[in-house]
């Protein structure tokens, strides 16, 4: 899959050159390598600092990014029926610790896990098997009520890929392989590093000296962080984030996963977490992907969907980089820069008879609302802004947003079929303020 780039202005990419190098002075990191998409092309990349080769092409190690391939292997199962999210963890496991634990619950981080295994620091540690990972925790580690609140484990993810490795057949990682790497064109995204590729390091906090960190195999725990990858490989999954893919997921089925499942009190409506992804406040909305750290790497990898735009960075430091952040920065600079420009508006076609007999002005009492045919939907706004929206499906209008998503619109008739009133799930709507025709509200109320 080639990659076209379309390039930002040169004073667009000085602006992100400048947050980059500021990132990397501050952030006291050995190297940095980054990259922002717009509308699914890389159109700006910079190395900055002591790169070990061409930025593009030199590996990092992108540790929780990984997370989301495996929540991407588990909502493939998902998506062929061979699984359910509400399917507990020892309907595939059997007697495992937290075996009473959902798949749901558990690509959310609200199944109340332990943050951590059992054992030595695993993420700088040689791990073992699952049979090992499963005898050293055996379920009596929970912290907090199953879907009590969202508490990050990597525990979970450990459980997920032995999950999709007993279903599929084979390793977690080549399941990686076959049904995320390869259809995508990934060959740089690897188990193991791979040259050219980065080192670890730890900065010491008073002389500044760069110490080598340990590049592990983490055994039954890869499927929480071990992989490494590159700018163009990440790129390219940053495009798979934004349209989905159909030898990998289709997209309604991947932004189905960025639908919000669990949250913490003390972040507020600032973050969350959906199936296997991170949420985070910013850009148009909400961005999409996940942060990452290992021992002596720190990663990013995020998507505004809305923009069709994303960041990719990587850095080799064991702290520094504010992964988030830095994410959100570059983003709001390119936007900044260079603005979003929206599709452009093209007349309607095909109208169906259903929308031509109810587009206009309708009453909720006394209040107006706008009714009208947009891109394939009914639209309905009350004093400009967009209160629901409706599709036409099999006949029936089905709510696709905000406060009537799912719920039907009826369009009720009088006896000769005419278009009478509107049933919004009660709501009843009608040509004329209070019409006295039509049930509740029925006419003006008494002493109006």
């Known amino acids: 899959m080639s990659l076209p780039v379309d390039p930002v202005a040169p004073v667009t990419a000085r602006r992100l050159l400048s947050r980059v190098a500021c990132a990397q002075v501050e952030g006291r990191l050995p190297s940095i390598a980054a990259g922002v998409i717009r509308d699914g092309s890389l159109v700006w990349s910079a190395g900055y600092g002591a790169v070990p080769g061409d930025h593009l092409d030199t590996q990092y190690k ?19 029926g061979r699984l359910a999210l509400d399917d507990s963890v020892g309907s595939v496991l059997g007697e495992v ?36 990972l499963a005898a050293a925790n055996d379920g009596s580690g929970a912290v907090l009520p199953v879907g009590e609140q969202f508490h990050y484990t990597n525990l979970a993810y450990g459980l997920l890929g032995e999950v999709v490795a007993r279903l599929r057949g084979g390793t977690w990682w080549e399941n990686v392989q076959s049904r995320i790497l390869a259809p995508l064109g990934m060959s740089r995204t690897s188990y193991l590093a791979q040259a050219p590729h980065a080192q670890g390091t730890s900065i010491h906090p008073w002389t500044g000296e760069a110490i080598d960190e340990p590049h592990p195999d983490t055994g039954a725990m890869a499927p929480a962080g071990q992989l490494w990858s590159t700018v163009t490989d990440l790129t390219r999954y940053a495009q798979f984030l934004l349209d989905g893919h159909d030898e990998v997921l289709p997209k309604a089925a991947l932004e189905a996963a960025y639908i919000p499942q669990s949250g913490a009190l003390a972040s507020g409506l600032t973050s969350g977490h959906g199936l296997g992804f991170q949420l985070f406040a910013g850009g148009s909305g909400t961005l999409v992907g996940h942060t990452g750290s290992m021992p002596g790497f720190i990663a990013t990898c995020f998507v505004d969907r809305q923009r069709r735009t994303g960041v990719v960075a990587f850095a080799n430091a064991m702290s520094g980089m ?15 820069s260079e603005p979003t420009v929206p599709a452009p508006w093209t007349p309607s ?5 259903e929308a031509r007999e109810i587009v206009g002005t309708w009453y909720w009492g006394p209040t107006p609302h706008l009714l009208t045919w947009e891109s394939g939907e009914l639209v309905v706004r009350k004093s400009g802004a967009v209160t629901y929206r409706y599709r036409l499906d099999a006949g029936r209008w089905i709510g696709t947003a905000g406060y009537q998503l ?21 709501f009843l709507f009608t040509r004329t303020p209070y019409d006295p025709s039509a049930p509740i509200p029925g006419g003006v109320p008494a002493g109006g």
């Open 322 to 336: 504010p992964a988030s952040s830095l994410a959100a920065d570059l983003l709001a600079e390119l936007e900044a």
């Open 349 to 353: 076609a095909d109208v169906p008879d």
């Open 97 to 132: 610790g937290y075996a009473d634990r959902t798949i749901r619950a558990l690509l959310a981080h609200n199944a109340g896990l332990q943050a951590e295994p059992n054992g030595p620091w695993w993420e700088r540690s040689e791990g073992g098997s699952f049979a090992d």
């Open 62 to 80: 992108i540790g929780s990014i990984t997370k989301t391939m495996t929540a991407v292997l588990v909502l493939q199962l998902v998506d062929e």
């Open 406 to 426: 799912g719920e039907e619109l009826t369009v009720v008739r009088t006896p000769d079929g005419a278009v009478h009133y509107l049933d919004l799930a009660t």
